[in-house]
């Protein structure tokens, strides 16, 4: 599977951003998730959404991000409001099967102050 994460760039604070992650496959039948790794950071989970819809977010980021699926389109998204330095990151996206765990090759979002 090939995953392929869009839509990062430089944002001033408090603006937003959405990302995308498509997948060269269909995605109906996989949980799916954004990770996000800071400079000289681990890499963190941001969100996570089941097959069937259900989410769960970071606290850092609960109530501001989004996360989202189109599975007609094979496409997760992450909808970013009220950007704040601190989520400056690359954003990679994963998709679970029953035995791996595929990561998309990141996307760059850099937030101003």
């Known amino acids: 599977v090939q995953l392929q994460a869009s839509g990062g760039g430089l944002v001033q604070a408090g603006g937003s951003l959405r990302l995308s992650c498509a997948a060269s496959k269909s995605i109906f039948a996989n949980d799916m998730a954004w990770y996000r790794q800071a400079p000289g950071k681990q890499r963190d989970m941001v969100a996570t959404?089941?097959?069937?819809?259900?989410?769960n977010y970071a606290d850092s980021v609960k109530g501001r991000f989004t996360i989202s699926r189109d599975n007609a389109k094979n496409t997760m998204y992450l909808q970013m409001d009220s950007l704040r330095p601190e989520d400056t990151a690359v954003y990679y996206c994963?998709?679970?099967?029953?035995?791996?765990?595929?990561w998309g090759q990141g996307t760059q979002v850099t937030v101003s102050s």
């Open positions: 959404i089941t097959f069937g819809g259900d989410t």
């Open positions: 994963v998709l679970d099967s029953p035995h791996l765990r595929f």
